[in-house]
């Protein structure tokens, strides 16, 4: 059956026109539709048509006048602001399925894009059956091959990513063979490896000869929805992992894209750098115990700010993804927003956790209202004092967040919740803490 032309919903980077320019090769016409703010300026070259994320009518009569049938949403694109969107009637056909995007993790939003896209005719495809050459092969794709050292790295930084897949976190991870440093969350590996090189008294960045074993590993999330959003890797990931001193790079071979392979690859030999591929059956077979004691579900507030109940689930999710990263030491505070850890602070840091070039992602939504909280194992990981606990409570303030939970049980009259909860009253945050055993107060 004569398939038509290949739609192609281009977010940002190459790849939508690395899969054009396959499709091409294969025989097959193309028609892109550009997402203005995120399509890149290549698109030009081919038959295309730019519309505003909110142009909904149009990105569909688009499609359909070019006779496409099928579509492959390829590229990066973030969770667009719906008040500065430009809509057309087509939107309001989308509404509820545009509404939703604001709650949940990457993986659950994007299979309610896939499914919108099904339920108006068309059959969203994977790169699989476009352009497979752009998926990662197992093994070494460089000349440099990854020590033993980094192997056992790639086993920790695995083995998180596997149990932290039913948070729907990020898909990449760094980590040494003693701990792991860094866990992708809302802002992207880009974001990540920026905020590695800020740290650089970890492991040396700057060094042209790294010893650490220090491994970016991305690989999806189980259960992922396989046809859109698998991990990429490209010349920009050789830069930012050279700058922060890493050994290399692992993907999962066969679920990971190599965008602009053969410059990637002659970069990463040029600098030192492995880059491979992990055989699924070479991955960790399941996730690390969760430490055994039961992470609470139930909060009560210590200040005057009230919290909403959207802002008391989040505080439940937060404290289980403690549990998980608990039992792999790989953190003691993460963000959560609309039921989605949206950040994790690993070995960097609450603080520069908070004081990423993104935290607008996080926070303040639509009428300026905060939502979302910063989870933390312990009261001690805010601060010990009353500056650096005002310094934590503004950077979460700063990032629209609404309030700040303690995941441990915590006395409300011990002095450090006391200066906890009086600052917090002072940035109009809530405080919460476990609620008692016998479920006292307040609610």
């Known amino acids: 059956m004569e398939q038509g032309p290949l739609g192609i919903l281009a977010c940002a980077g190459s790849l939508p026109t690395e899969i054009a320019e396959a499709a091409l090769s294969a025989g097959r016409k193309v028609h892109i539709v550009g997402i203005e703010g995120f399509a890149e300026p290549e698109i030009a070259a081919y038959s295309h048509k730019v519309v505003n994320i909110g142009q909904v009518g149009g990105m569909l009569s688009s ?66 059956q476009v ?57 992207g590996t880009d974001e990540m490896l920026a905020q590695i090189q800020a740290a650089g008294r970890y492991f040396g960045c700057g060094d042209p000869q790294p010893t650490s074993g220090a491994v970016l590993v991305k690989m999806p999330k189980p259960g992922q929805e396989m046809r859109v959003d698998l991990p990429a890797i490209g010349p920009r990931t050789i830069e930012r992992a050279h700058a922060c001193g890493l050994a290399g790079i692992v993907v999962a071979a066969g679920r990971a894209l190599v965008i602009e392979r053969e410059r990637m690859i002659a970069m990463a030999d040029e600098l030192g750098l492995f880059v491979a591929g992990m055989d699924a059956e070479a991955e960790p077979g399941g996730a690390a115990p969760i430490s055994a004691s039961k992470p609470p579900d139930v909060f009560r507030l210590l200040g005057r700010v009230r919290a909403a109940a959207s802002e008391r689930e989040d505080a439940a ?11 792999h030491g790989a953190g003691r505070a993460v963000v959560v927003v609309g039921e989605h850890v949206q950040g994790v602070d690993g070995a960097l840091g609450i603080r520069r956790m908070l004081s990423g070039r993104r935290t607008s992602h996080w926070g303040l ?33 700063r990032a629209g967040l609404a309030g700040i939970v303690i995941a441990d049980q915590t006395d409300a009259e011990a002095p450090l919740a006391k200066l906890l909860t009086s600052a917090a009253d002072r940035y109009r945050l809530f405080v919460m803490v476990p609620d008692a055993p016998n479920g006292g107060g307040r609610a």
């Open 63 to 128: 499609l359909r006048q070019a006779g496409c049938r099928q579509l492959i949403i390829a590229g990066a694109l973030r969770r667009p602001n719906l008040l500065k969107v430009r809509v057309d009637h087509g939107f309001f056909r989308a509404i509820r399925t545009a509404l939703s995007l604001t709650r949940g993790g990457d993986d659950s939003v994007l299979r309610r894009v896939v499914r919108f896209f099904e339920r108006e005719g068309f059959e969203v495809v994977g790169v699989d």
């Open 131 to 187: 352009a497979p050459h752009l998926l990662a092969a197992a093994g070494a794709l460089g000349r440099i091959e990854p020590s033993p050292a980094s192997a056992r790295a790639i086993s920790r930084a695995a083995a998180l990513l596997r149990s932290l897949g039913a948070f729907d976190v990020g898909q990449g991870a760094v980590a040494t063979e003693e701990r792991i440093i860094a866990i992708e969350g809302v802002r």
């Open 317 to 327: 999710i937060g404290a289980r993804a403690l549990a998980v990263l608990a039992a």
């Open 365 to 397: 939504r639509a009428f300026k209202r905060r939502i979302g909280v910063l989870v933390v194992a312990g009261i001690e990981d805010v601060g010990r004092d009353t500056e650096s606990i005002d310094a934590v409570l503004a950077l979460v303030a």
